[in-house]
Nanobody, 122 residues
Framework: QVQLVESGGGLVQTGGSLRLSCAAS????????MGWYRQAPGKQRELVAT???????NYVDSVKGRFTVSRDNAKNTVYLQMNSLKPEDTAVYYC????????????????WGQGTQVTVSL
């Protein structure tokens, strides 16, 4: 059974940084593209960053230059380094694995984890 476990969220002031982690188990991690998503209260889940199995990254415009996605296939873990955080980054952050289909479109394959809450205060 595939399990995705996100961690690293917290409360941070505007301009601060956080590093999120997503540990995957029960899947051949290196075979899939990975995506970081976020869902703010009352809004739909949004894909914010992707990384291919080979390490090619892509970002939604609102986080370009501030967020960096990386992966460690040996540890079955994908990371999201978030710098210069803004209040509008406040959301629950999730990861998932799948196949890329077009620009910033990830066809996800697995059930969602619990996510990790990121709250950015003024």
């Amino acid at each position: 059974q595939v399990q995705l476990v996100e961690s690293g969220g917290g409360l941070v002031q505007t301009g601060g940084s956080l590093r999120l982690s997503c540990a995957a188990s029960g899947v051949i991690f290196s075979a899939f593209a990975m995506g970081w998503y976020r869902q703010a209260p009352g809004k739909q889940r949004e894909l914010v960053a992707t990384i291919t199995s080979g390490g090619i990254t892509n970002y939604v415009d609102s986080v370009k230059g501030r967020f960096t996605v990386s992966r460690d296939n040996a540890k079955n873990t994908v990371y999201l380094q978030m710098n210069s955080l803004k209040p509008e980054d406040t959301a629950v952050y999730y990861c998932n694995a799948g196949h890329l289909s077009g620009n910033m479109v990830l066809v996800t394959l697995f059930n969602w984890g619990q996510g990790t809450q990121v709250t950015v205060s003024l």
